[in-house]
């Protein structure tokens, strides 16, 4: 028999409530965006027009999911459309992606490295302090690799995104996507190195 | 077997098969190679180590990402809360 206190009474759906939403979501939004795309004034204006685009989606919050989720879900599509614009209008000119992108990590004839490129030990101090430190370095390194690779690359390491969606969004074949992570995790391992060391 | 000769001393081969394989999409051959490179190159092997390092960074603070303070200012706050609802007002 079942017994009536198993079931968890369902107290209602969330309800949205616009007239509060700067104020409870902004800074988290904001927060959200501002490790994607770090440019402050564009993380903002990704903020407002997610508050203006829920608005006039209210209707279709049904309630499922808390606020702050489904306002956090409309942000992360802005995103993705924003590294779409930018990767677009940048680098879709005509340079092949081989010849833009294998500088001289490694050397023509054999594939070896390159001296100059060559890895060497970071030596990182296991604490939190040079973590953050670090992590800062590669934001800033990050934003040196051309838009279309930091695009693919975010969606890739930060949004946990499947290869073959990003390749549909960004238009990039499969095995252009390969290279792009390979050749971004390259040029972010010697920017770090030059920075670091 | 001459596609292991082909990458033994292939580090741009290695490298890339290293990305790949952070993302579990290494056939087994591919998989093969790159071990059998590895074994020989210690740079590689370094490359390998600070290749994952990073992406562990990377992945970590984005996860942190509600933790690094940064806020919007109240005039921002103020202003989106306006345009919110001078548009509710008109729905």
């Known amino acids: ?197 | 077997m001459a596609t292991l000769k082909e990458i033994a001393y292939d580090c741009r081969k290695a490298s890339y098969l290293i990305e790949k394989k952070q993302f579990g999409n290494i056939s087994i051959k591919e998989r093969l190679q790159l071990k059998y490179h590895l074994t020989g190159c210690s740079v590689c092997r370094l490359y390998q180590q600070q290749s994952v390092y990073i992406s562990d960074i990377l992945h970590q603070a984005f996860a942190d990402f509600n933790s690094t303070g940064l806020s919007i200012s109240d005039s921002d706050i103020t202003n989106m809360q306006k345009e919110i609802n001078l548009r509710l007002g008109s729905m």
């Open chain 1, 1 to 197: 028999m079942k017994k009536e206190t198993d079931a968890i009474p369902f107290t209602g759906r969330h309800t949205a409530h616009p007239e509060n939403w700067a104020a409870k979501y902004a800074d988290y939004l904001f927060r959200y965006a501002a490790a994607r795309v770090s440019d402050r004034e564009k993380a903002r204006d990704l903020v407002q027009d997610t508050f203006l685009s829920a608005l006039e989606n209210v209707a279709g919050f049904e309630g499922r999911s808390s606020e702050s989720t489904w306002l956090t879900a409309i942000l992360k599509n802005k995103i993705i459309d924003l590294y779409r614009k930018q990767s677009s209008v940048m680098e879709r000119h005509t340079e092949p992606l081989e010849k833009l992108t294998d500088h001289d990590f490694f050397e023509a004839g054999n594939g070896h490295w390159n001296e100059a490129f060559q890895p060497k030990e970071f030596g990182m101090q296991n604490d939190t302090i040079s973590k953050k430190e670090f992590a800062r370095i590669l934001q800033t390194c990050m934003q040196k690799l051309p838009a279309l690779w930091f695009s693919a690359f975010s969606l890739k390491h930060m949004e946990g995104e499947t290869s073959e969606k990003i390749c549909t969004s960004l238009k990039i074949s499969p095995a252009n996507f390969w290279v792009i992570m390979h050749r971004s995790k390259l040029n972010l391992r010697a920017c770090l190195q030059k920075n670091w060391l």
